[in-house]
């Protein structure tokens, strides 16, 4: 568009319009543009824009350059000079309409807007407001990163440095269950393999017993007064009760300290095939006080469906400690759900009643298929409120009152099936109970 045809199109029309080169050069104004300016025509044309305003020529051109690379209208703010009086605020809005070449530079299109001064400076507090507003919020977003990164590495090593201590408290258990087993079970050895020589030389006198009644029938008053304030039949027939039930007591002693073996294993890290029912067996066998009656709860039921398994590849250590964790958990829930059914204000609140919700915990096992087994360990304890569910594998979680629960133990037994390749879930309603689910792989 040339100056010509610029004036013939800006003529019609009411607001103030230039064409400016991107130096800042006045090629053509309409008359609206005149008057504002209080010029002529041939007065402005052809002088710099920048004569006729009181802003930097650096602020001008800048903005001039700025609309010239662009075909959409720049907003820009100007003040015109007056012989008398303040300048003449103006809003301004550019576009380019002829691109730069080499023989020219680029013309752009001004429109200009009357403004009172008032406006503009509002209107230019506003904005260096919503800048500095602007400015704030990026570095208190900055800030809030950093921090968030902060705490996070903060949460990690924290994490990691309760799981150390966990990890050796287990260790040291592990390590002190051995050596009580060890030295429980060379006493325990002694007397139960003694036992099968008592049992053979109580025999062999009882024999020779019945053959001194036999040859001597009729013994001497002191004998008879003896066997009387003996009591010999009945010793005959009592000592081998004793001698079963030594034996019984013997033989679970021995369970017991194979237990104490098979838990002793939390310091092994190392992978091998192991039995997942000797681990599950041994974790009750710790437990076994918190299952009985106390004055806690009336005594938890322990309901086995073992299933068939393959010898599963896994640490067994690690297992164990999952298997401690989770039935510790379903105690704990037991627990809570008894007191609360014993309150005064529950209607079951009897021994009567108390018969039809008996504390129990189901352990079942099967195989799923050819590559995985599952375990499920289920309470009909309270249950898990459904608002919390997504929180309970977090780290530092729980709902148990200060100094009872870290918060630690559901997160390390997710971290550990995680590490095996298996998956933990949980099913939990308030008026059924809660069931852990563990799938493991057998082999990988």
Sequence with gaps: MTPDQFLTFAQTLPEPLLLVTSGGEILAVNQPAARLFSKTSKALIGQRLTEFVSDSSE?????????????QMILGALTIHQAQGEGIACRSEGAVIQPRSPESPAINLLRLEKRTSNQFVV?????????KEIQQRQHLQVEL????????????????AVEAVQTEKMSGLGQLVAGIAHEINNPVSFIYGNLTYASEYYDSLLKLIHLYQQEYPNPSLVIQQEIEALDLDFIQKDIKKLLQSMETGSKRISEIVKSFRNFSRLDEATFKAVNIHEGLEAALMILQSRLNPSGRHSGIEVIKDYGELPWVSCSPGQL????MNLLNNAIDALEEAEQVRWSPTDRRSSPESMQNYPSRIWICTEKLNDRYIGIRIKDNGSGIPTQIHHQIFNPFFTTKPVGKGTGLGL???YQIIESHHGRINMISEQAWGTEFSIELPIVY
């Design 320 to 323: 164990n400690q999952v298997f």
């Design 145 to 160: 990163a950093q921090s968030n990164e902060t705490l996070k590495q903060t949460l990690i090593k924290l994490q990691n």
């Design 123 to 131: 209107l230019n507090q506003k904005i260096q407001a919503l800048s």
């Design 411 to 413: 997160s390390i037994c």
């Design 59 to 71: 602020k001008i051109i800048d903005y001039l350059r700025v609309c010239s690379q662009s075909r």
